[in-house]
């Protein structure tokens, strides 16, 4: 399958479509700190959409201004105003070119521009003893069946100190979700 991974610049889904064969890439304006730089289109998500016929869309909208978590900081923000509408124009313009498309937000207040989620998944559902609930909004794709459910269920994102990179790392996807998806959306 052709598999764009919009706003992916950590190439953990990627590197996991990658690894099965498929002619997957990431596309974000920065740099990517995934493995595989070769795999990585380093441009606007909307020409990357564009650039090819793709078999499946997946986007992961930067989050910061569209969070339900950043309420207190930008419930009233023109930055508010600019992630709910790269979000919503990533979902919608994604939809007119591709069968197969997924977003993905945290918990986060864009059920009002896109229409209800999908489906919520946890880390903990798949391998790893964390909460951090996320929303899916899926286009002609499965909900994610869990793969492997574990106790001791941690909000270790909640709790990481201040740093340069904590935006970042913030939105990393958990290996195990990676491998799920992969897995499962990767034999449609």
Same mark, same amino acid.
Request: charged share 20%; with cysteine.
């Given at each position: 399958m *052709?598999?764009?991974? +919009? &706003? =992916?610049?950590?190439?953990?889904?990627?590197?996991? &479509? /990658?690894k099965? +064969?498929?002619?997957?890439?990431? $596309?974000?304006?920065? =740099? $990517?700190?995934?493995?595989?730089p070769?795999r990585?289109l380093?441009?606007?998500?909307? *020409?990357?959409?564009h650039?090819?016929k793709?078999?499946?869309? !997946?986007?992961?909208?930067? $989050?910061?201004?569209?969070?339900?978590? +950043?309420?207190?900081w930008? %419930?009233?923000?023109?930055?508010?105003? =600019? +992630?709910?509408?790269?979000c919503?124009?990533? %979902?919608?313009e994604?939809?007119?070119? $591709? *069968? !197969?498309?997924?977003?993905?937000? @945290?918990?986060?207040? !864009?059920?009002? &521009?896109?229409?209800?989620?999908?489906?919520?998944?946890q @880390? %903990?559902? &798949?391998?790893?003893?964390?909460?951090?609930?996320t929303?899916? %909004?899926?286009?002609?794709?499965?909900?994610l069946?869990?793969?492997?459910?574990v @106790?001791?269920?941690?909000?270790?994102?909640?709790? !990481?100190?201040?740093? /340069?990179?904590?935006?970042?790392?913030?939105?990393?996807?958990? @290996?195990?979700?990676?491998?799920a998806?992969?897995?499962?959306?990767?034999?449609?």
């Amino acid at each position: 399958m *052709d598999i764009l991974l +919009g &706003f =992916e610049e950590s190439q953990a889904i990627t590197y996991e &479509f /990658v690894k099965r +064969g498929h002619n997957a890439y990431s $596309c974000d304006i920065q =740099e $990517c700190s995934g493995s595989i730089p070769d795999r990585h289109l380093k441009m606007d998500i909307f *020409d990357a959409i564009h650039l090819q016929k793709w078999d499946l869309i !997946m986007l992961h909208p930067p $989050c910061t201004y569209t969070a339900i978590s +950043g309420n207190r900081w930008y %419930w009233n923000s023109p930055l508010r105003l =600019e +992630g709910i509408e790269l979000c919503k124009k990533a %979902w919608l313009e994604a939809r007119k070119v $591709c *069968d !197969m498309v997924g977003l993905e937000q @945290p918990k986060t207040i !864009m059920q009002r &521009f896109i229409g209800p989620k999908t489906q919520v998944i946890q @880390p %903990w559902q &798949f391998g790893h003893g964390e909460t951090k609930e996320t929303w899916l %909004w899926l286009h002609n794709l499965p909900n994610l069946t869990p793969t492997h459910i574990v @106790p001791g269920r941690e909000n270790r994102i909640w709790k !990481m100190p201040p740093s /340069v990179d904590r935006q970042k790392l913030r939105s990393k996807t958990y @290996p195990g979700i990676a491998q799920a998806i992969a897995d499962q959306w990767g034999n449609i």
